[in-house]
């Protein structure tokens, strides 16, 4: 009993006494710091708890932490006070707890020193006055500058969680206005070499929020920011050591990406600054390098690794514009607009004018493949909607464009001496230079002088392929990958399956475009009867034949044309034909022959059934395809079934006449509706264009009330 009163008694001296009345014993058995250190723990050890448990208690943890300070702001030391603030606040900003750091623990501090709005500072002299008025030598400044630098960022990611988007001009402004304001703090912190950690900090903030703003297209907004992250890194002493040369060759290209994705033309002003910066980066790399080889100290072959590194990285945003500046026809020069035939391309390395400048600016495969890929990105560009690299008036843009898949095909083509010895080489006859491994970065390949090019890379420039509607390399591309796909994990084989359809679509359209054309045309010069004479003529044709010698599969019966299908591609669409739950009820109706454009329109309509199985059926699919192309097939579905819909339901009072219009081909079109309403609903389709998802549910409902009274 006795002892229970001395454990209490002494409880309630702790609670009553400050940390300074046991000044007496060491820091590590103050009972006051203790048990504050005790209840930050328990406090942290509960918001982990929260975040794996997915619950959102963000009003108790305000309160405990608002009880917390105080209780102890007044029994602890100053600093440590302090200190305790930025660190619970940094540690709630790696949670995502953004609204509790800031007014719990970032704002707490800053208070002291007057109401905060980031919009009142425009000049580093207003916030040296405000927060530091004894200067940057003061023992708090370094409490200071955290506290100003975690506002910042709470406030940016708090605009950012009420829009993600960036839609409203409200929420662009709130961002733009964090990053002046940290722009702001690393200009004062430039004074002193000792806060060379806040401006790399401030580098990595402005990079971060820059780069979610490009997602957007706000590039031409961010701009100058990662200009001034980079020139940042040119002005701090410390910063400009070895170890921090990756790091600034990606502020580097981050700054040109902005550049290239901001201009207004491809030989606007934009796209010269762009390549201006790159090389004066590569400039700023090459002095260093010559200072660093007078020195003796540190391991040389890193630090060449370290140069060759960022020498790769800026290279290939110079190629980026010079590949196409090289070539661009000058203005009032006439030339003949002949074109080259690059299926017949024949002779070793370079074979074009492209292959030759990657050949003098890079001097390994990995390299120049890397080159390639950055040369053909283009943020503005989404996958499923495809069109040339440029108009047919600029011939020389798309014959680097062209140039470019061949030579990025050559390079997985012609086997090197040196393959043989790279584990993962060698899986695929006609592609050697493909290696399966998981892990491998292209870049930190090509800066060890490889020959073999990872496939999640090669799957890269697949994709780029079909965008840029180069079929030839795409149809050669498809069927090795898709084999090698399958010895790997597996994931990406819906999205092959997915972009194979939409081909296979896109070609049967072609097709029957162009046989209605010819039908038109014969029917004005010879009657019905020389059109059907073209059309067998033109469809007892060989197949054609792909840049590996193979036959590629195709059918010209009923227009359909079908790429040749791995068996992962067959046996994934097998599959999702097999789950199927729901059976249509196929209504009979006596019709006449059917012509040859309803036959291509019932291919068209299985292609896309097929790309409904494959949607629909499998759980994991938003886990393998990037939720954009998700929404892209779903505007692409949508936009295949509602001429359908206009063109046979149009007049909502005259059921009876059309019920009559049904025939097999339509019921199976009202099925095909239902399976793009399901999709457009699985994948959120309402937030990106909610009139089209609107539409698409009133007719479908429209629909099923014909059905059910349909007089």
Same mark, same amino acid.
């Given at each position: 009993?006795?002892?229970?009163?001395?454990?209490?008694?002494?409880?309630?001296?702790?609670?009553?006494?400050?940390?300074?009345?046991?000044?007496?014993?060491?820091?590590?058995?103050?009972?006051?710091?203790?048990?504050?250190?005790?209840?930050?723990?328990?406090?942290?050890?509960?918001?982990?708890?929260?975040?794996?448990?997915?619950?959102?208690?963000?009003?108790?943890?305000?309160?405990?932490? *608002?009880?917390?300070?105080?209780?102890?702001?007044?029994?602890?030391?100053?600093?440590?006070?302090?200190?305790?603030?930025?660190?619970?606040?940094?540690?709630?900003?790696?949670?995502?707890?953004?609204?509790?750091?800031?007014?719990?623990?970032?704002?707490?501090?800053?208070?002291? *020193?007057?109401? *905060?709005?980031?919009?009142?500072?425009?000049?580093?002299?207003?916030?040296?006055?405000?927060?530091?008025?004894?200067?940057?030598?003061?023992?708090?400044?370094?409490?200071?500058?955290?506290?100003?630098?975690?506002?910042?960022?709470?406030?940016?990611?708090?605009?950012?969680?009420?829009?993600?988007?960036?839609?409203?001009?409200?929420?662009?402004?709130?961002?733009?206005?964090?990053?002046?304001?940290?722009?702001?703090?690393?200009?004062?912190?430039?004074?002193?070499?000792?806060?060379?950690?806040?401006?790399?900090?401030?580098?990595?903030?402005?990079?971060?929020?820059?780069?979610?703003?490009?997602?957007?297209?706000?590039?031409?907004?961010?701009?100058?920011?990662?200009?001034?992250?980079?020139?940042?890194?040119?002005?701090?002493?410390?910063?400009?050591?070895?170890?921090?040369?990756?790091?600034?060759?990606?502020?580097?290209?981050?700054?040109?990406?902005?550049?290239?994705?901001?201009?207004?033309?491809?030989?606007?002003?934009?796209?010269?600054?762009?390549?201006? *910066?790159?090389?004066?980066?590569?400039?700023?790399?090459?002095?260093?390098?010559?200072?660093?080889?007078?020195?003796?100290?540190?391991?040389?072959?890193?630090?060449?690794?370290?140069?060759?590194?960022?020498?790769?990285?800026?290279?290939?945003?110079?190629?980026?514009?010079?590949?196409?500046?090289?070539?661009?026809?000058?203005?009032?020069?006439?030339?003949?607009?002949?074109?080259?035939?690059?299926?017949?391309?024949?002779?070793?390395?370079?074979?074009?004018?492209?292959?030759?400048?990657?050949?003098?600016?890079?001097?390994?495969?990995?390299?120049?493949?890397?080159?390639?890929?950055?040369?053909?990105?283009?943020?503005?560009?989404?996958?499923?909607?495809?069109?040339?690299?440029?108009?047919?008036?600029?011939?020389?843009?798309?014959?680097?464009?062209?140039?470019?898949?061949?030579?990025?095909?050559?390079?997985?083509?012609?086997?090197?001496?040196?393959?043989?010895?790279?584990?993962?080489?060698?899986?695929?006859?006609?592609?050697?230079?493909?290696?399966?491994?998981?892990?491998?970065?292209?870049?930190?390949?090509?800066?060890?002088?490889?020959?073999?090019?990872?496939?999640?890379?090669?799957?890269?420039?697949?994709?780029?392929?079909?965008?840029?509607?180069?079929?030839?390399?795409?149809?050669?591309?498809?069927?090795?990958?898709?084999?090698?796909?399958?010895?790997?994990?597996?994931?990406?084989?819906?999205?092959?399956?997915?972009?194979?359809?939409?081909?296979?679509?896109?070609?049967?359209?072609?097709?029957?475009?162009?046989?209605?054309?010819?039908?038109?045309?014969?029917?004005?010069?010879?009657?019905?009867?020389?059109?059907?004479?073209?059309?067998?003529?033109?469809?007892?044709?060989?197949?054609?034949?792909?840049?590996?010698?193979?036959?590629?599969?195709?059918?010209?019966?009923?227009?359909?044309?079908?790429?040749?299908?791995?068996?992962?591609?067959?046996?994934?669409?097998?599959?999702?034909?097999?789950?199927?739950?729901?059976?249509?009820?196929?209504?009979?109706?006596?019709?006449?022959?059917?012509?040859?454009?309803?036959?291509?329109?019932?291919?068209?309509?299985?292609?896309?059934?097929?790309?409904?199985?494959?949607?629909?059926?499998?759980?994991?699919?938003?886990?393998?395809?990037?939720?954009?192309?998700?929404?892209?097939?779903?505007?692409?579905?949508?936009?295949?079934?509602?001429?359908?819909?206009?063109?046979?339901?149009?007049?909502?009072?005259?059921?009876?006449?059309?019920?009559?219009?049904?025939?097999?081909?339509?019921?199976?079109?009202?099925?095909?509706?239902?399976?793009?309403?399901?999709?457009?609903?699985?994948?959120?389709?309402?937030?990106?264009?909610?009139?089209?998802?609107?539409?698409?549910?009133?007719?479908?409902?429209?629909?099923?009330?014909?059905?059910?009274?349909?007089?």
């Amino acid at each position: 009993m006795a002892a229970i009163l001395r454990t209490k008694a002494v409880e309630r001296s702790i609670k009553n006494n400050s940390a300074a009345y046991y000044s007496y014993v060491d820091d590590s058995k103050n009972p006051v710091l203790q048990s504050f250190e005790a209840q930050i723990t328990d406090f942290k050890n509960y918001v982990a708890k929260q975040q794996k448990s997915n619950q959102s208690i963000d009003g108790r943890l305000s309160e405990t932490l *608002f009880q917390l300070w105080s209780n102890y702001q007044s029994r602890v030391s100053v600093r440590m006070y302090c200190e305790k603030l930025m660190h619970l606040g940094e540690y709630l900003v790696a949670y995502e707890k953004y609204n509790i750091a800031l007014f719990q623990c970032y704002q707490r501090y800053l208070n002291e *020193f007057g109401s *905060f709005q980031m919009q009142d500072f425009q000049t580093i002299d207003e916030i040296e006055e405000r927060f530091f008025p004894i200067g940057l030598l003061d023992a708090t400044a370094d409490i200071s500058f955290r506290a100003l630098m975690g506002c910042a960022l709470c406030l940016f990611y708090l605009a950012v969680e009420q829009d993600p988007k960036v839609q409203l001009d409200d929420t662009l402004d709130r961002c733009l206005i964090t990053l002046s304001f940290i722009r702001l703090l690393m200009n004062l912190a430039l004074k002193d070499d000792r806060w060379s950690w806040l401006v790399y900090n401030g580098t990595i903030y402005l990079y971060k929020m820059s780069r979610y703003l490009m997602t957007f297209g706000y590039s031409l907004k961010v701009v100058e920011y990662l200009v001034w992250a980079a020139i940042s890194t040119e002005m701090c002493l410390p910063l400009l050591s070895i170890s921090y040369l990756p790091w600034r060759s990606t502020l580097y290209c981050a700054a040109c990406e902005a550049f290239y994705d901001s201009r207004v033309s491809a030989d606007g002003e934009k796209a010269i600054a762009g390549e201006n *910066f790159a090389r004066r980066g590569l400039e700023q790399f090459k002095n260093l390098h010559e200072l660093q080889s007078l020195s003796i100290e540190g391991d040389k072959c890193q630090q060449e690794n370290s140069f060759r590194h960022a020498t790769i990285k800026i290279a290939t945003m110079i190629f980026k514009r010079m590949v196409f500046e090289n070539r661009r026809k000058a203005k009032g020069v006439l030339r003949p607009k002949v074109r080259q035939n690059y299926k017949e391309l024949n002779g070793p390395w370079p074979r074009t004018l492209t292959e030759k400048l990657l050949g003098d600016m890079f001097d390994c495969r990995c390299s120049q493949f890397l080159a390639i890929l950055q040369a053909l990105s283009d943020s503005n560009r989404r996958l499923l909607l495809t069109s040339p690299a440029a108009s047919d008036q600029e011939i020389e843009i798309l014959d680097v464009t062209i140039e470019l898949f061949y030579a990025a095909q050559y390079i997985l083509q012609v086997k090197h001496a040196n393959v043989d010895q790279i584990a993962g080489a060698n899986h695929n006859s006609t592609y050697p230079n493909i290696t399966l491994k998981q892990d491998a970065s292209l870049l930190d390949m090509a800066v060890n002088s490889q020959y073999v090019i990872p496939l999640s890379y090669v799957i890269q420039l697949l994709k780029l392929a079909f965008n840029y509607q180069v079929y030839e390399i795409f149809e050669s591309l498809i069927e090795p990958i898709s084999e090698l796909v399958e010895r790997t994990d597996g994931n990406q084989i819906s999205l092959l399956a997915l972009l194979q359809i939409i081909y296979e679509i896109d070609q049967c359209e072609r097709e029957r475009k162009t046989a209605q054309n010819s039908k038109n045309a014969g029917s004005n010069k010879g009657g019905k009867d020389g059109d059907k004479k073209k059309l067998q003529k033109q469809r007892s044709k060989s197949p054609p034949k792909g840049k590996d010698g193979g036959v590629l599969k195709k059918t010209l019966e009923n227009g359909k044309i079908k790429l040749k299908q791995t068996k992962a591609v067959r046996d994934l669409i097998d599959a999702a034909k097999a789950t199927r739950s729901v059976t249509i009820k196929e209504v009979k109706i006596q019709i006449d022959a059917p012509n040859d454009e309803e036959d291509e329109e019932r291919s068209v309509e299985e292609l896309l059934e097929d790309l409904c199985f494959l949607l629909l059926t499998d759980p994991r699919i938003q886990e393998k395809i990037e939720p954009d192309i998700l929404i892209d097939v779903s505007l692409l579905l949508w936009n295949k079934c509602r001429p359908i819909l206009r063109k046979f339901y149009n007049e909502p009072n005259d059921n009876l006449r059309w019920l009559t219009r049904l025939d097999h081909n339509h019921v199976k079109w009202i099925h095909l509706f239902f399976q793009t309403h399901e999709i457009m609903s699985r994948f959120n389709f309402a937030i990106v264009d909610s009139s089209a998802y609107a539409e698409c549910s009133l007719r479908l409902g429209q629909i099923l009330f014909v059905l059910i009274h349909p007089s």
